[in-house]
């Protein structure tokens, strides 16, 4: 068996940290969270995205239960355009009178919160 020690002398470029050599290691610290994590893979779904500013659908998962309500708001100022109760299934948003730009559709359950973007063209 050869007990033999490999050394590199050169500097390896961008590791070299105060005569030591960085080797690759990866450190991270992480919180674990003491909840039961959902495993359904089911999402909300927004179509079509972008859309030519007249109707909107939203596919809510028949896994999302109890009272759902469906907002709409302007990216850039944060003002509610718009919102409605939502069900789960399809939940058709009327956008005819938005005008063109980006929007956040937030759906709110007693079971989840997601936030989707809109984009709306013309």
């Keep these: 068996m050869n007990n033999s020690i490999l050394a590199f002398n050169t500097a390896i470029e961008g590791n070299n940290f105060g005569g030591r050599r960085d080797i690759g290691a990866f450190e991270a610290q992480a919180s674990l969270g003491v909840s039961k994590p959902s495993l359904s893979l089911e999402k909300i779904v927004l179509y079509p995205n972008p859309s030519n500013g007249e109707i909107v659908q939203l596919n809510i998962p028949n896994s ?6 469906i907002s709409i708001y302007e990216l850039g100022s944060g003002k509610l355009i718009a919102s409605q109760a939502g069900k ?35």
């Design 88 to 122: 789960s299934g399809k939940n058709t948003l009327k956008t005819d009178g938005f005008s063109a730009g980006m929007y956040l559709v937030r759906v709110i359950s007693e079971a989840k919160r997601e936030t989707l973007k809109m984009m709306i063209s013309q």
């Design 64 to 69: 999302t239960s109890g009272r759902t309500r």
